[in-house]
């Protein structure tokens, strides 16, 4: 997986910034078949026998900045922003620890943008 190529943290970092302010009451679906973080596309059953397709704040914000889809899928795989970043070796930054703060909120179902408000008052952004 470390032939993966990540925009840099402060990128992602506007990128969700950006999202959250696009989509402020966004809440990222989980059941309990599938809880924590989808960087790629995954389908989430609602409550009207459909789905809502979606990506996490993050897998949103990695995709607009140009990572592939087959990428994100691999990424799927290892977890949150702490692993991903662990398996691909990646020093810590404030930015990647902002990150970290504002998937743990939307995995724990806030919107994005209380997410974000979130994050920022746990760490200088």
Known sequence: MTDIQLPPPDEIQRVVRELAI????????????????????????DDHDSAIVCRCV???????????????????????????????????TPADDWIELVQYYQDNLEPWSKAVELADGEHDA
Not at 24 to 42: A, S
Not at 64 to 87: A, F, I, N, Q
Request: aromatic letters at 10%.
């Open 58 to 92: 993050v897998g949103e914000a990695l995709h607009r900045l140009g990572v592939s889809e087959p990428d994100l899928t691999k990424l799927s795989e290892h977890g949150g922003w702490e692993s991903v970043r662990r398996e691909l070796e990646l020093d810590g």
């Open 22 to 45: 696009e989509q402020p009451d966004f809440i990222y679906p989980r059941t309990r078949e599938r809880v924590g973080c989808f960087y790629n596309l995954t389908d989430f059953p």
